[in-house]
Each structure stands twice: as structure tokens, then as C-alpha cells.
């Protein structure tokens, strides 16, 4: 089955950085996906990884080790409103419909 | 950049009435389009993959006759929670993907459900 685990919690102090790893196990593979959802709302896109490698989009970057089938969310100069869950999700069922993590609440404390 | 629309944002049902949720894609046409559930602190759960003029494909363990879901047409897809249950109390999210980005799924902005 598919399956992509990241820790259930995190916390940092605003300013700071932190990192926020999945690790995943699908039959096969079409890239990483991170998304941001605060409380009571959507999920918001915020950044792909198709191949290997660092991208980097303003604050967060993610990254992404086929090899390794590990990947993380790097959160640069933390801010209050970053207090929300983040989901890595990948493509599955042959690429069509998107699987979720296991999620990863974050709180960022003054 | 792609919009889903969904609605109603919040419901409030008796057990044993069926309530509909709609989802569009305002901007573009969606041949796919998918449904989630999320309950409190826990991951979003596909349940479905609606597909335009055919019939929905349910994940392992979601009563299709629950939960029934029509793609009538490129731009809107309907979940309907039939014969509610304090159980089925829920976040519910719909997704589609725009084709014209490489990989970008789109949300809706999610439907809370509470059945009494």
C-alpha cells in the first residue's frame, strides 16, 4: 500500500528554522508534494519535488532523496502565522489521485 | 491560478437526512475531480475520484451507496452524504487537477458537516 509518514508535532521559536520530514512508501513514484493547512481551512500548495534535490520557494524549501524515498519541508525565519498542520502528499494510483501524509502539526512559539 | 469553489462551507443536519455538498472549478474544466474527508488532528482520507460522465471510483472501505458522487458535468461534481449519521460528521474537501499546471492539485475550501 502507499503510505507516507512524517512526525505528528513540532515546535520552534519564532525566527527559527525547522524541518519537517516524510518518508514514503508508494508503488511508484511521481514526485513530493507540500502542502499548509490552518484550522478549519484548505490545503495551500507549497512546493513540488520531482527530481532529487533542493527547491527553494521564498522561506521554504523542500527537498527531496528518491533513493533515500525521504524528503522534508525546510521553514526558514519562523513567524506566528506558520502555526499550522503541513502535509507532504504524493500522486498514487498510477500517478491520478494525490495521498496525504500522515501530517505534521507545527507551533511556533514567541 | 486555478479556483475550486465548494458549498456549503457548513452544514447542520438531523441523523438520517442527506445533505449535499457541490464542488466547481471556476476557471477551468476538471475531467477528475476528488473528495476527501478529514476528521479533527488526522490526515486528509481520499474517498472517491469522481470522473465526468462515468461512475465515481470509491477507495477500499467507502460505501458508495453512502456516499454517492455525480460528475455531471466538466465544472461540478456533488457529494451526497445520504442517510447522515453522527458518525459521518466531518470535514469534507474536494480537490481537482488542473491539467494546465504540471502538478497542481486545487482545493475547495472544505465543508463541515454535523450531524445531530
Known amino acids: 500500500g502507499q503510505s507516507l509518514e512524517q512526525p505528528s508535532e513540532v515546535t520552534a521559536v519564532e525566527g527559527a528554522i525547522v524541518q519537517i520530514n516524510c518518508t514514503y512508501q508508494?508503488?511508484?513514484?511521481?514526485?513530493l508534494s507540500w502542502y499548509q493547512q490552518h484550522d478549519g481551512g484548505a490545503p495551500t500548495f507549497l512546493s513540488y519535488n520531482g527530481l532529487d534535490g533542493l527547491e527553494e520557494t521564498g522561506r521554504f524549501s523542500s527537498f527531496l532523496s528518491r533513493s533515500d524515498s525521504y524528503g522534508y519541508l525546510l521553514l526558514q525565519e519562523l513567524q506566528m502565522k506558520d502555526s499550522a498542520s503541513y502535509f507532504c502528499?504524493?500522486?498514487?494510483?498510477?500517478?491520478?489521485?494525490?495521498?496525504f501524509g500522515t501530517g505534521t502539526q507545527l507551533k511556533v512559539e514567541l | 491560478g486555478a479556483v475550486v469553489s465548494q458549498h456549503p462551507s457548513w452544514v447542520i443536519c438531523k441523523s438520517g437526512t442527506s445533505v449535499k455538498i457541490e464542488c466547481r472549478s471556476l476557471?477551468?474544466?476538471?475531467?477528475?475531480m476528488f473528495w476527501y474527508r478529514q476528521f479533527p488532528k488526522q490526515s486528509l482520507m481520499l474517498m472517491a475520484t469522481s470522473n465526468e460522465g462515468s461512475k465515481a471510483t470509491y477507495e477500499q472501505g467507502v460505501e458508495k451507496d453512502k456516499f454517492l458522487i455525480n460528475h455531471a458535468s466538466l465544472t461540478l461534481s456533488t457529494l451526497t452524504v445520504t442517510s447522515a449519521h453522527p458518525e459521518d460528521s466531518s470535514f469534507y474537501i474536494c480537490?481537482?487537477?488542473?491539467?494546465?499546471?504540471?502538478?497542481?492539485?486545487?482545493f475547495g475550501s472544505g465543508t463541515r458537516l454535523t450531524v445531530v
Open positions: 476557471d477551468f474544466q476538471a475531467t477528475t
Open positions: 502528499a504524493a500522486p498514487t494510483g498510477g500517478g491520478n489521485k494525490l495521498t
Open positions: 508508494t508503488s511508484g513514484f511521481y514526485g
Open positions: 480537490s481537482a487537477r488542473d491539467d494546465r499546471a504540471n502538478y497542481g492539485y486545487t
